[in-house]
C-alpha cells in the first residue's frame, strides 16, 4: 500500500494525470462544438418553425377573424403531422385543433416547452408522453391560439448527442489516466532502479551499474553518464588504495635510509666526529619525499579541475622548442642523439607551465631509460583527425602493451623500473594534464633501439574550436 501511494505521489504520475486532464478537456471542447452544431442546431431549426407558423396563422386571424383562424387550424391539424396546434375561446373552452387542453407549462406569451399525451402508436389503451415546443399567442378579444411542435424524435437525438459527449469526455479521462499510470509507471520503475544503483553505490557497492535499455532516449543517456561516472569513480577509489599500497612500499626505503642516515649522525656526534655527510643524505631523502607527495598533491589538484579556466591559445611549437633547448645537454651527456620536431602554427587551447611540466615528464623519463648510444626525439605534429600530438620517442625497454594502462596510474612501477630513482608519479601527471586539457595520452611502441623495442609517449591534444 506504500508502495502505491508513494507512486501517486511521483512527478511522473502527476504530470501524466495533468497532461490526461488536458487532453479530456480538449476533447469535451471539440464534443462541446459537435454538441452546437448538431442538437443546437435542430433546436434552433425547430424555433424557427414554430415562429415562422406562427406568424402566417397570425396573418389569417388578421385577415380573416377567428372563423378563417378557425378553418386554418382545421385543415392543418387533420393527418400525422409533426405540428401541434389549439384555439380556445376567451373563457378557455376548445374551438379546435389537435391538442385537447393548454399544457400547464404555457406562459401568458412566448416559446416553452411542455408534454403532452397522443395515443399508443402499437395500439395500447395507454397514452404516450412526448416532448413538445410552442408558443402562445393571445389574440385580440381575448382568444388564445397555441402553435406547436412535436421535439420527441429530436430531443432523442439531442440526449444521444449529450450522453455520447458526457460518456466519451468520461472515457477520455479515464482512459488518458490509465494509460498514464501505466507509462509513469514503467518510468518510475527505471528511476527506482537508477535510485536503488545510488543508494547502493552510496552504502559502498562500487560495482553497481544502473540498468539500460539501450533505445536512446533520455533516461538511457542519464544512466549511459552515471555508469560512466561510476567507472571513474571505482578507478579513483581503486588508485586510492592502490596508492596507499605503493606509498608503504615505495617510501620505506627512503624513511629507512633516513632514520639510518640520522642515527649515523647521532652516533658521530656522541663520539666527537663530524655528522654532516649522514644529515646531509638525510636532508636528501627528505628532500625526496617532499618531492613525492607535493608531485601527489599536483595530481589531485589537477584531477579536481584547479586551473581549467587558466586555458588559453598557444602555440605549443614554442614550448617544445624551450623544452629541446633545455634537455638537449642533458641528451648529449646521457650519450643519446637528441632531435626536435615543431611546426609552427598549430594552436592549442592549453595552460603552457602544464604542458611543459608534463613533456618534461616524458622527456626525464626517455633519458633515464635509454641506453647510451640511443636516440631521444620530441616531436609536434598534426594527426589526421585535427588534433595536435606531442610526442616524445625513446629507444629504452619500453613498456608491455599489457601494461600500458596501468603505469598511468599513481605509484605504479614495473618491477624492470624499481631499480631506478622514481615514485611511478611522473606518467600520472602527465595523464592529469591531458584529462584538464580534455586531451589523452598514447603510448606505443617506439621504432626500436640498442636497449629494447623503445616507448612513444603522445600527449594528444584536441582541435580549438
Known amino acids: 500500500m506504500s508502495s502505491r501511494r508513494a507512486f501517486l505521489r511521483t512527478t511522473t504520475f502527476r504530470l501524466t494525470l495533468f497532461a490526461a486532464a488536458l487532453f479530456a478537456l480538449f476533447a469535451f471542447l471539440i464534443l462541446a462544438y459537435v454538441y452546437t452544431t448538431t442538437a443546437g442546431a435542430l433546436s434552433r431549426q425547430n424555433a424557427r418553425a414554430i415562429e ?25 391539424s387533420i393527418g400525422a403531422s409533426a405540428n ?15 391538442l385537447s387542453t393548454l399544457p400547464d407549462e404555457a406562459p401568458g406569451e412566448g416559446l416553452f416547452s411542455f408534454t403532452y399525451a397522443q395515443p399508443d402508436p402499437e395500439g395500447g389503451d395507454e397514452l404516450e408522453r412526448r416532448r413538445a415546443q410552442g408558443r402562445l399567442i393571445v389574440l385580440p378579444a381575448g382568444y388564445q391560439l397555441l402553435v406547436g411542435m412535436d421535439v420527441e424524435d429530436s430531443a432523442r437525438i439531442i440526449n444521444r448527442v449529450t450522453d455520447a459527449i458526457l460518456t466519451g469526455s468520461l472515457g477520455v479521462l479515464a482512459f488518458g489516466v490509465l494509460l498514464g499510470a501505466v507509462v509513469s509507471r514503467r518510468f518510475a520503475e527505471r528511476i527506482n532502479a537508477v535510485n536503488q544503483v545510488a543508494r547502493d553505490v552510496a552504502a559502498g557497492d562500487l560495482r553497481r551499474r544502473a540498468p539500460r535499455n539501450f533505445s536512446g532516449d533520455e533516461l538511457d543517456e542519464m544512466s549511459e553518464n552515471l555508469n560512466a561516472m561510476l567507472d571513474r569513480i571505482e578507478r579513483l577509489t581503486a588508485g586510492l588504495r592502490h596508492a596507499g599500497d605503493s606509498i608503504a612500499h615505495d617510501l620505506r626505503s627512503p624513511l629507512t635510509r633516513m632514520r639510518t642516515s640520522l642515527e649515523a649522525g647521532l652516533r658521530a656526534v656522541e663520539k666527537g666526529e663530524s655528522g654532516e655527510e649522514p644529515l646531509q643524505q638525510a636532508l636528501s631523502d627528505t628532500e625526496d619525499l617532499l618531492n613525492t607527495f607535493n608531485a601527489v598533491l599536483r595530481i589531485a589538484r589537477l584531477e579536481a ?22 634537455y638537449e645537454a642533458a641528451a648529449e651527456d646521457a650519450g643519446l642523439e637528441f632531435t626536435v620536431e615543431a611546426p609552427p602554427g598549430l594552436t592549442v587551447l592549453g595552460d603552457r607551465g602544464l604542458i611543459s611540466q608534463a613533456l618534461a615528464n616524458l622527456l626525464d623519463n626517455a633519458i633515464k631509460y635509454s641506453p647510451p648510444g640511443g636516440f631521444v626525439a620530441l616531436r609536434l605534429r598534426r594527426t589526421s583527425t585535427g588534433e595536435r600530438e606531442i610526442s616524445v620517442t625513446d629507444s629504452g625497454p619500453g613498456i608491455p602493451e599489457e601494461s600500458r594502462e596501468r603505469v598511468l596510474e599513481r605509484f605504479v612501477r614495473l618491477e624492470s623500473s624499481r631499480s631506478m630513482p622514481g615514485a611511478g608519479l611522473g606518467l600520472s601527471l602527465v595523464k592529469a594534464v591531458a584529462e584538464i586539457h580534455k586531451g589523452r595520452v598514447d603510448l606505443s611502441e617506439g621504432p626500436g633501439g640498442p636497449g629494447g623495442p623503445g616507448l612513444c609517449a603522445a600527449l594528444v591534444l584536441p582541435e580549438p574550436k
Not at 397570425?58 to 383562424?69: I, M, W
Not at 401541434?84 to 389537435?98: F, K, T
Open 305 to 326: 579541475g584547479e586551473r581549467r579556466e587558466m586555458l588559453s591559445p598557444l602555440d605549443p611549437a614554442e614550448i617544445v622548442a624551450d623544452l629541446g633547448e633545455l
Open 52 to 76: 415562422s407558423e406562427a406568424a402566417e396563422l397570425v396573418r389569417s386571424y388578421n385577415a380573416f377573424g377567428v372563423d378563417g383562424l378557425n378553418r386554418l387550424v382545421l385543415q392543418r
Open 84 to 98: 401541434l396546434y389549439l384555439l380556445v375561446e376567451p373563457d378557455g373552452a376548445r374551438i379546435s385543433g389537435n
